[in-house]
């Protein structure tokens, strides 16, 4: 299994960005999603996840109603869209897959599959 995040990089506050999560190795269309982000000095926080059918999304509470994640099935990629960025944003994002849940999951030990990280960062 393979996850490529991609789309990170310097950005004012108020800004938007939009990461992809490019994965390969798994049944993608029956895989729960998540987006993770770790700043500096900081623990991992969850961000953001998707069900595999995509009608079902759950969201952090520190980007709840400026980010968006999204699922493209036929081309096994995920995508988080970032709105009215903060320096607070300001981290490494993570994609990962949880393929052992049936349900949402904010919990990063239920994650079996992680990407690199891709680099945000939010300038004031």
């Known amino acids: 299994v393979q996850l490529q995040a991609s789309g990170g990089g310097l950005v004012q506050a108020g800004g938007s960005l939009r990461l992809s999560c490019a994965t390969s190795?798994?049944?993608?269309?029956?895989?729960?999603i998540g987006w993770f982000r770790q700043a500096p000095g900081k623990e991992r926080e969850f961000a953001a996840t998707?069900?595999?059918?995509?009608?079902?999304?759950r969201y952090g509470d520190s980007v709840k109603g400026r980010f968006t994640i999204s699922r493209d099935n036929g081309k096994n990629t995920v995508f988080l869209q970032m709105n009215s960025l903060e320096p607070g944003d300001t981290a490494v994002y993570y994609c990962a897959v949880a393929s052992r849940v049936i349900a949402l999951t904010a919990d990063p030990r239920d994650y079996d599959y992680w990407g690199q990280g891709t680099l945000v960062t939010v300038s004031s």
């Open positions: 190795g798994l049944t993608f269309a029956r895989s729960y």
């Open positions: 998707i069900s595999w059918t995509g009608y079902t999304t």
